[in-house]
């Protein structure tokens, strides 16, 4: 049996070097077709997989909770009280599991340095805003308790106000002058990148106390837009959220029959969200890709049809000195599997041809798949099976008398 497999994969070789160009143009759907989904599913995975690093690089387990329902430019919030550093210790003397919380209040003035100078975002917090939202430092220090207290005047910024007010110089010790306020910079920050539509690197940072008293002239009870909230490991997120939610109702009087004032946001299940509907996305286009491959198998049907009218003589003598039934439909099927799965491997290598090329230019990294490889491969022989049968079976049913007299 190995032997006339053997004999059968040699033959099909000839015929297909015989026939270099139309053997190409037959297996071009295979190829196509492999090629599409391989890439769409290896693309789809570094895509899944850079959604899943930009939200954990917002935060370790991070829970948001802003006053208003919703998130982003439509949440409703016209009227809605901010929260207070009362509520802030409230939430971590009270609900269990929480590493750390921090009040972030935000505002938009100029920074200036020398003849450089910007508009952009300030954040007012405390200390442990930096270990939730899993900063590192480049340069310098943190600003301390200590300095939150004093309301001391330094700041840490990132790396795009680094690089739009010092250039090359290095910012430590320098005092820049943020609104109306002159502050020293004493650490800089490890660049993160974008997230969204998002520069996670334009920060500037200042001791909550700071904002307050130099730079807003106003110490407000109520002026906590938003409490970062880091979740210990292993803690249930729905868990906490409900927590939360049963302490901030009580802070804020809200009755049984009143909806939440607030709202909490779980970047976990953000992240988890967010890959679930990439992952769908490939699938449904690594499908409608695949139907090319159908294409394809159509097209070595057709050509091995032809293949068979054109062979008929040779079929007929083959049949005629000995050759049976079985082994003409051997020949046959190997043929057609050997052209489709030649056209999948092609299809592979022009797939992570692509994916090399591609993956730089979306910002995603290239991640191979060893398994979608091998079934795109699989899948493409199947084809050459399926397609391939009805013209084996085709030239294994001639008559050899009619198939010796085919002209």
Known sequence: MFAMINNAFSIALKEIRRNLTRAFLTV????????????????????????????????????????????????????????????????????????????????????????????????????GWFEINNWTLESGRFFTDDDLKKGAAVCVIGQTVVDDLFADEDPIGKKIRVGKASVEVIGTLKEKGQVGMGDQDDTLVVPLSTLRRRLLGQTSAHDIGMISISAEDGVDSDWMIENIETVLRERRNLQDNQENDFSVMDTR???????????????LLA???????????????????????????????????????????????VEAITLSSVGGAMGIVLALGFCTLLAPMIQVNFIFNTQINIIAFIFSAVVGVVFGFAPARRAASLDPIDALRHE
């Open 28 to 127: 071009l759907g295979i190829i196509i077709g492999v090629s599409s989904v391989v890439t769409m599913v290896t693309l789809g995975e570094g895509t899944t997989e850079a959604v899943k690093s930009q939200i954990s690089s917002l935060g370790s387990n991070l829970l948001m909770v802003r006053p208003g329902a919703g998130f982003g430019p439509r949440s409703r919030s016209a009227g809605v009280p901010d929260f207070t550093e009362a509520d802030v210790d409230a939430l971590l003397r009270q609900v269990p599991g929480i590493a750390a919380v921090a009040p972030v209040r935000n505002t938009s003035t100029s920074a200036i340095y020398r003849e450089n100078a910007r508009m952009g975002g300030v954040t007012g917090t405390n200390p």
């Open 269 to 283: 299940q953000i992240a988890e969200t967010l890959s679930s509907s990439t992952q769908v996305m490939t699938t």
């Open 287 to 333: 499908t409608v890709s695949g139907v090319s491959l159908l294409v394809g198998g159509i097209g070595i049907m057709n050509i091995m049809l032809v293949s068979v009218t054109e062979r008929t003589r040779e079929i007929g003598i083959r049949l005629a000195i000995g050759a049976t039934a079985k082994e003409v439909l051997l020949q046959f099927l």
